[in-house]
């Protein structure tokens, strides 16, 4: 897979995927501009090459739909402060306009394409929205690691219709961190799964059975596993029909020699709100009608007990409710753990991410993927479909 390090960009129209579907408050403003940040070596890097920079990112959920609310003319705005340099806006992602202001750039110049899913050919892969994209570059870049798991036309058929294709800074550092962590670790390689649910990850852990060395598995998904044991916990969620597959895995883990660790405690509410009442019991001792939404403070020690010697951690998924601070100090507890800790630790997933960055443990963290949904496809063993396309020739 080349890189942009790899072709020459000097005087081309250079399209980049970016993914800036950036949070904004009410006025427009951006909350959170990380995506955008993070994105910046590989737009510096081809402006100072001498091309011609085009941008494409779908922000929102307009469902093939032009509205204006999903405009990304607030974030051609910010990338221009960013950059110190004018970013212009086209009126649209396709059509005459958008390829006369293409048509007008030189060297050095930025355009914004309009928001992509405002045609729902975007997540329909359509062909020919597809080959009117592709014909304004001379080179595609994808630097949206976090779309990279869709085959949507902006990932995969627009590459296909472009001559030279790579991939920016962004997309490779991701996809190196995760092979360093999951293909070729410094071990012990612990695995730290959290979230609401066994379904959305079943594939994820089955797949990470024959790569680690031992994992940890919090929030309302161990309740599952735990109820597989015979363990009752009260009224929390639950998957009943995943009971005989958790049941299985635990036998299959043990059978592979890896190590599980499960919550030995939690915090447990009456109710699933802010202000309920909640108290600290053992895994034992959920009261009948109550639930559980945090893991305890044994957990939590047992936890790092867990992490304490590992070299390489991944993790995936929050420990509990950590919206609610009644309920986020399991999942606060392991990213300090994680952060203090001498291993390579990249973390993956919204929440994981947001549970970090409110910790104030960024810093700390060897490498926080940009990604949910493609990084979660990575731990379930698959390729991603923005990945395997910039191998084509």
Not at 216 to 241: C, H, R, W, Y
Request: hydrophobic fraction near 45%; charged fraction near 25%.
């Amino acid at each position: 897979m080349n890189t942009i390090r790899d072709l020459d960009l000097s005087g081309k129209r250079v399209l980049v995927r970016v993914d800036f579907n950036v949070p904004m408050d009410g006025d427009k403003n951006i909350t959170d501009d990380i995506r955008i940040r993070m994105a910046l070596p590989t737009l510096q890097y081809i402006l100072d090459q001498n091309a011609k920079l085009i941008l494409c990112s779908h922000m929102g959920r307009p469902k093939g739909q032009r509205v204006m609310d999903y405009s990304l003319a607030p974030v051609a705005a910010h990338l221009a402060d960013l950059l110190g340099r004018e970013v212009s806006v086209a009126p649209d992602c396709i059509g005459k306009e958008s390829e006369a202001l293409v048509a007008a750039m030189q060297p050095g110049d930025i355009l914004m394409l309009e928001n992509l899913r405002f045609h729902k050919e975007e997540t329909e892969n359509g062909a020919d929205f597809a080959k009117q994209i592709a014909r304004m570059a001379d080179v595609y870049v994808n630097d949206a690691f976090a779309v990279s798991h869709r085959a949507h036309a902006s990932v995969v058929g627009v590459p296909v219709n472009v001559a030279e294709k790579a991939a920016g800074f962004l997309l490779q550092t991701e996809m190196d961190f995760f092979h360093k962590a999951m293909d070729n670790p410094v071990r012990p390689l612990v695995a730290l799964v959290g979230g609401a649910k066994v379904s959305s990850k079943l594939g994820a852990l089955e797949n990470m059975l024959d790569k680690v060395d031992s994992m940890i598995i919090g929030g309302a998904m161990a309740n599952t596993f735990l109820m597989s044991q015979g363990i009752d916990v009260g009224v929390s969620k639950v998957e009943d029909d995943l009971l005989d597959t958790a049941r299985e895995f635990v036998k299959k883990a043990k059978g592979k020699g890896v190590k599980l660790y499960f919550p030995v405690d939690f915090v447990v509410a009456d109710r699933f709100a802010a202000d309920a009442v909640t108290k600290n019991v053992t895994c034992y001792d959920i009261p009948d009608k109550w639930m559980a939404l945090d893991i305890g403070p044994a957990s939590t020690i047992y936890f790092q007990e867990a992490l304490a010697d590992a070299r390489t951690i991944v993790w995936n998924g929050p420990m509990g409710a950590f919206e609610m601070d009644a309920f986020s100090r399991g999942t606060f507890a392991m990213c300090h753990s994680v952060a203090s800790s001498h291993a390579l630790s990249i973390t993956g997933g919204g929440d994981s991410n947001a549970a970090v960055k409110k910790s104030g443990e960024s810093a700390n963290i060897s490498y926080m993927s940009t990604g949910g949904g493609a990084f979660l496809t990575l731990m379930e063993g698959k390729t991603l479909p923005g990945v395997e396309v910039l191998r084509m020739p």
